[in-house]
């Protein structure tokens, strides 16, 4: 069964980048969308945004202008990167795999069927 | 961007009893949901997609149904372990929007 774990640094200063890598085991990372979700203490989830192994993103508006992934399939890991990180950027941050299936009845649908453990990021001086 | 919301915020049932969660999308996302639970310390995991088909391992007291707006997802027999949070979340639309939650507790 395909595993993800989360790593990087814990603490980031303010106005510096996050830099997160998931790595994929038991498992290609080839053919599949792969996600971040963020969830700060004691808060709701927010997703991060998308990526395709074809390199193709998709952002969440929000953080649009400050957030880049990337993919290394030799690695068989996936990045995420946030810039100009504030307080506000303090969080849990996982990372999933979102799977799609087709029916004739409801169309194409997605869902994140696996997530690593989440790893903290703490933004502070 | 699609608002989900999430009813009751917190849901106080019993073991053994039936508890049934509600999920409403700002507009129609047709089959586009899914529901998760999360443990504290935990990473989210995957109950409910399209919908209404449970994820690989889900035990048979968690259903899901509706379209469209409305969803519910139902466990018809509370156990022990189903205490947690639960969240819904829309993928029909960009960005991906998660409800708020609803916590079961006792």
């Known amino acids: 069964q395909v595993q993800l774990q989360e790593s990087g640094p814990r603490l980031v200063k303010p106005s510096e980048t996050l830099s997160l890598t998931c790595t994929v085991s038991?498992?290609?990372?080839?053919?599949?969308?792969w996600s971040w979700v963020r969830q700060p203490a004691g808060k709701g989830l927010e997703w991060i945004g998308r990526m395709y192994t074809s390199g193709s993103t998709k952002y969440n508006p929000s953080l649009e202008s400050r957030v880049t992934m990337s993919l290394d399939t030799s690695k068989n890991h996936f990045s995420l990167k946030l810039t100009s990180v504030t307080a506000a950027d303090t969080a849990v941050y996982y990372c999933?795999?979102?799977?799609?299936?087709?029916?004739?009845?409801?169309?194409?649908?997605?869902?994140?069927?696996?997530w690593g453990k989440g790893t903290t990021v703490t933004v502070s001086s | 961007e699609v608002l989900m919301t999430q009813s009751p915020a917190t849901l106080s049932v019993s073991p053994g009893e039936r508890a049934t969660l509600s999920c409403r999308a700002s507009q129609t996302i047709n089959y586009n949901l899914a529901w998760y639970q999360q443990k504290p310390g935990q990473a989210p995991r995957l109950l409910i997609y399209g919908a209404f088909t449970r994820a690989t391992g889900i035990p048979a007291r968690f259903s899901g149904s509706g379209s469209g707006t409305e969803f519910t997802l139902t466990i018809s027999s509370l156990q022990s372990e189903d205490f947690a949070l639960y969240y819904c979340q829309q993928s029909s639309n960009w960005p991906r929007t998660f409800g708020q939650g609803t916590r079961l507790e006792i």
């Open positions: 038991n498992g290609s990372i080839s053919r599949s969308y």
């Open positions: 999933a795999r979102e799977a799609s299936d087709y029916n004739t009845e409801r169309g194409y649908y997605y869902y994140m069927d696996v």
